[in-house]
């Protein structure tokens, strides 16, 4: 089993929808929380870090954390064209290493 | 953001051929990290240095070595080339608990 768990998609969805992805992990262990987003033929660029349980906000990101059911969220609201790229989970805990989630490719279509 | 380059953009090699890879950063980060992305397996960490004299090894790090040569410089190299090291390359240094990314290598081992 995977340490960190994420649907690969693609999920393709409208101009204007909320976006729901998500990802389970399986290490108590992890303590920081990050979301990547990816374009093609680009590196991934750091989108939202958490440390606790709970949500954080930024414009129309949100990250939830539940570190009691291992489960990460990213929600996207009023979702645009320009949203369209892989988003990619990762964690750290007591160790150096990021761990990753495969990426979920994401779709917005006008 | 951390500023981080990566030469050459893109490669084509042949089997058996040495190659290098090479990231910079100009923000005096201590720790960098070298990754490989392949599709559905996501980022994974072949090695990671701490410090000029501090370098590890990661998940994937057969076939791979890897050189710090001074804080700014940390260089992959792929001592004898094979089809299946084709892949997209990573270059990140570590902000807090979070990994900024170069824009990424893309090789082709013939």
């Known amino acids: 089993q995977k340490e960190v768990e994420q649907d690969p998609g693609p999920l393709s969805v409208p101009e204007g929808a909320i976006v729901s992805l998500n990802c389970t992990y399986s290490?108590?262990?992890?303590?920081?929380f990050m979301w990547y987003r990816q374009y093609s033929r680009k590196g991934p660029e750091l989108l939202m870090y958490?440390?606790?349980?709970g949500n954080k906000e930024d414009g129309r990101f949100t990250a939830q954390v539940d570190k009691s059911s291992k489960y990460i969220s990213l929600f996207i609201r009023d979702s645009q064209p320009s949203d369209s790229a892989t988003y990619l989970c990762?964690?750290?805990?007591?160790?150096?290493?990021?761990?990753f989630g495969t990426g979920t490719r994401l779709q917005v279509f006008p | 953001d951390a500023d981080v380059t990566q030469t050459p953009r893109n490669r084509i090699t042949k089997t058996g051929k040495r190659i290098m890879l090479e990231c910079s950063q100009t923000?005096?980060?201590?720790?960098m990290y070298w990754y490989r992305q392949d599709p559905g397996l996501g980022l994974r960490l072949i090695y990671y240095?701490?410090?000029?004299?501090?370098?590890n090894k990661g998940e994937i790090s057969d076939g791979y070595s890897v050189s710090r040569q001074a804080q700014a410089k940390f260089s992959l190299s792929l001592e004898s080339a094979i089809p299946n090291q084709t892949a997209l390359y990573f270059c990140?240094?570590?902000?807090?608990?979070?990994?900024?990314f170069g824009p990424g290598t893309r090789l082709l081992v013939l």
């Open positions: 990762a964690m750290i805990g007591n160790t150096d290493k990021l761990i």
């Open positions: 290490n108590s262990a992890f303590q920081y």
């Open positions: 958490t440390y606790s349980s």
């Open positions: 923000k005096g980060h201590d720790r």
């Open positions: 240095s701490f410090d000029v004299k501090d370098i």
């Open positions: 990140a240094t570590k902000v807090g608990e979070t990994q900024y």
